[in-house]
């Protein structure tokens, strides 16, 4: 028996909608492609993808979740940084080219938790907003973290003694945006910070379908970009980019809340496009 895989990749507020309208656009066409995909053996979420794979874990429905990214309500907050000084921050961490891997997202660590944010509590809050559910469920969802001190990447699942909102706020925890989150006596930063998919830690599972809100050429401050990654999965694996009409639905900051009506919408037309793809592949 194929065990089968929804990988959902980092990218902001855009990339929780875009995701949420990718797999509403592919219930549109195809409602047992996108019932598949839903009910995969393992949920993988990092940053925006652990949002959407609580929620699909959570088991409201698409069309609801659907309905709250594009509602003129939110309880998203307007970041102090824009994307640029993200990068910005990664670029500085890149300075030295001898410094290994984890001796950058050290660095990036560091700045981390020297930033000027929101307290910790609020941005919890904010996190527990989105979540229709705080419990962990049943279902395999796995939620990606680096902790600031060792750069290690770690993946937080309903055994690893973390609350969920905790583990999703840890995977969202844009470095120079948001706080970092403590668990204990370790401090966690957004998961996407070395690798916006982390197919590592879904290698037990045969094949794996993966929404990557970003261009398939899109440049990476860390290895070879997700395109690479995706490429290198043991098992079988197809991908879904954002396209052209999504990527300028994005905007120029995915972090704005201002995106995440646009990028629904075109995250919803695009998967409509691709449902006979994703179908073929997961042979439903």
Known sequence: MTTRGLVLAGGGLAGIAWETGVLTGIADEAPEVARALVGADVLLGTSAGSTVAAQL??????????????????HELAPKASIDEVMELFAGAMGDPGATLTEKLIRIGAVAESADTVPEPVRRAVIGHRLPSREWPERILRVTAVDVHTGELVVLDRDSGVAL?????????????????????????????????????????????ALIPASETAPTPFGDG?????????????????????????????LDPACRIPAANAGRVQGRRNAERVGRFLGV
């Open 57 to 74: 874990g959570s088991g409201i429905g698409l069309e609801e979740l659907f309905a709250a990214q594009v509602a003129a309500e939110t």
């Open 165 to 209: 909102v905790d583990a999703v706020a840890a995977s969202c925890a844009v470095p120079g945006v948001w706080p970092t989150v403590t668990v204990g006596n370790r401090h966690f930063m957004d998961g996407g910070v070395a690798s916006s998919v982390n197919t590592s830690a879904a290698t037990d599972c045969d094949a794996i379908v």
């Open 226 to 254: 997700a395109a690479a990654e995706i490429d290198a999965f043991p098992g079988d694996a197809l991908a879904l980019f954002a396209d052209d009409e999504a990527i300028a639905a994005f905007g120029p900051n995915p």
